[in-house]
């Protein structure tokens, strides 16, 4: 299938980098993002064409979609990088906390599906029509204490991605989840502040690093390509082995 790829989240760490991969081979593309700065600045960096605004808004979703489709004519792919980060117990997340969580990560994600997979879905049963990639976390599938409403929302996301994957296969749509575990972002910053706190969230992955914005975006770049082209319905963990091993 021919046309762009949608980004939401764009100016942010993860979805800058997705941006600079895909610019480099010439995709084009379409931003979007809450940002109106960075947005700006990742737009120039790469060619893409900018639209601002919440993905958490059905409205401004549908908008990008529309505007993809005429710029670019389709949508050859949609990732979804936006994202929050909370982290407390259940007992000290307020609701009003616990719903932004939920409309950040997983609003956003099923506004995306809801716009783009019906638009894509133009390859048939066993031709190309489109990739859509979802980001989950390590924290999705796994206990981590103080993640509780992060981990209802990207398990959420999970959820979202296997059932959109079956509704969309006959369509040729893939869809497929990232989970990145620790990554060094602006939203995560915070957490890099001290050699202390570093060095422990390295020594909980078993590699003994965390991961980079470029990591992931490398994994969302593969599952976009034609080499993932049959691959749907997965979680590709991007890491270190914090989902799925036990540091030494």
């Known amino acids: 299938m021919s046309g762009g790829v949608l980004v939401i989240g764009a100016g942010g760490g993860v979805g800058a980098a997705v941006c600079a991969r895909l610019s480099a081979r010439g995709v084009p593309l379409l931003l979007t ?8 600045a990742v737009g120039k960096a790469t060619g893409g064409v900018t639209m601002p605004g919440d993905a958490a808004d059905a409205a401004h979703m549908e908008a990008c979609v529309k505007a993809c489709v005429e710029r670019h004519g389709g949508i050859a792919g949609a990732v979804n990088c936006a994202g929050s980060l909370l982290l407390k117990p259940a007992h000290l997340t307020t609701p ?3 719903q932004a969580t939920l409309t950040a990560n997983l609003v956003t994600a099923f506004n995306l599906v809801r716009s ?9 049963a066993g031709g190309d029509g489109g990739s859509i990639v979802l980001c989950a976390s390590a924290v999705a599938r796994h206990g981590f204490a103080n993640h509780e409403a992060i981990a209802a929302a990207k398990a959420g996301v999970i959820g979202l991605m296997l059932s959109a994957a079956a509704t969309y296969a006959p369509k040729g749509v893939r869809v497929n989840c ?12 915070r957490l890099f502040a001290s050699e202390a706190s570093l060095k422990a969230s390295q020594a909980m992955h078993p ?3 965390t991961s980079e914005p ?4 490398a ?7 034609a080499g993932a082209r049959n691959i749907t319905g997965q ?5 270190a082995g914090l989902g799925s091993l036990r540091a030494r």
Not at 33 to 40: K, P, Q, S
Not at 118 to 123: E, K, Y
């Open 116 to 124: 783009a997979a019906p638009v894509m879905g133009a390859g048939g």
């Open 219 to 225: 994994a969302i770049e593969f599952l976009l390509s």
């Open 33 to 40: 993002g809450r940002d109106a700065e960075r947005l700006a």
């Open 214 to 217: 470029e990591d992931v975006a």
């Open 207 to 209: 590699m003994g690093r």
């Open 96 to 98: 009003a906390e616990f």
């Open 178 to 189: 990232v989970a990145p575990g620790l990554t060094r972002t602006p939203l995560t910053e």
């Open 235 to 239: 979680v590709l963990n991007v890491d």
